[in-house]
């Protein structure tokens, strides 16, 4: 499998307080995909990165905010977490573009938030 | 019409059935499809990418029907460890549909 791994897996925060999750990858892929899970919603992109410094917003990036200064980093960032955003948060790697045909996603463990 | 849209199920099929899902698409200048599988509480896996032509992987069977605007996933001889959620994907910018739940009982 990919070397993919996102923490912490599971945090609990109130409402209010910044919220950080890290996506680490070993592929040395250049593409690095946040995603939100949530039931009756499905899979949502929030932020993308192409490349180090290189990111641009998704389907749902308010309240979120991300930065890539490494290749291998990608980190999620809620300034001030609210209760709709308790949820399953999924990393994911590409090596190719998000509007490729070859854009195959190997997605990390992901990692659940629970916002009081 | 949404982006992607899925029959969210359950299908319930016992072991050794034939079943298939479909997910239609909008956007009709998409060029590029996915399925993926995710297990209860797991991330998504690529499952197949589906080519024009169609595309068979042993006991699955990926197809595109760009008239209609929808891809479907066959699977024949269902097995209990085929029970998973199917997400398909659709370029551009990967846009994933809700899933189909697949329950395969003995």
């Known amino acids: 499998d990919a070397g993919i791994t996102q923490s912490p897996r599971h945090k609990v925060t109130e409402t209010g307080t910044p919220v950080t999750l890290r996506c680490h990858q070993t592929e040395n892929h250049r593409y690095m995909y946040w995603y939100r899970q949530d039931p009756g919603h499905g899979l949502r992109l929030i932020h993308y990165s192409y490349g180090v410094k290189d990111t641009d917003k998704g389907e749902v990036s308010d309240g979120y905010s991300v930065s890539r200064s490494k290749t291998e980093d990608f980190l999620l960032t809620l300034e001030s977490a609210t209760s709709s955003q308790t949820s399953v948060y999924f990393c994911a790697i590409g090596s190719q573009g998000i509007a490729s045909g070859a854009n195959v996603l190997t997605f990390g463990a992901g990692s659940r938030l629970t916002v009081l | 019409r949404k982006e992607v849209e899925q029959d969210p199920g359950p299908f319930n099929v016992p072991e050794g059935a034939t079943v298939a899902f479909n997910c239609t698409y909008s956007n009709s200048a998409s060029q590029s499809f996915f399925w993926y599988r995710q297990d209860c509480r797991k991330e998504p896996k690529l499952l197949m990418s589906?080519?024009?032509s169609g595309n068979e992987d042993g006991r699955f069977t990926a197809q595109l029907n760009r008239a209609s605007q929808y891809i479907s996933l066959l699977i024949r001889d269902s097995k209990l460890s085929d029970s998973a959620t199917y997400l398909c994907?659709?370029?551009?910018?990967?846009?994933f549909g809700k899933g189909t739940m697949l329950l395969v009982s003995p």
């Open positions: 589906v080519y024009s």
């Open positions: 994907a659709v370029n551009p910018h990967l846009t």
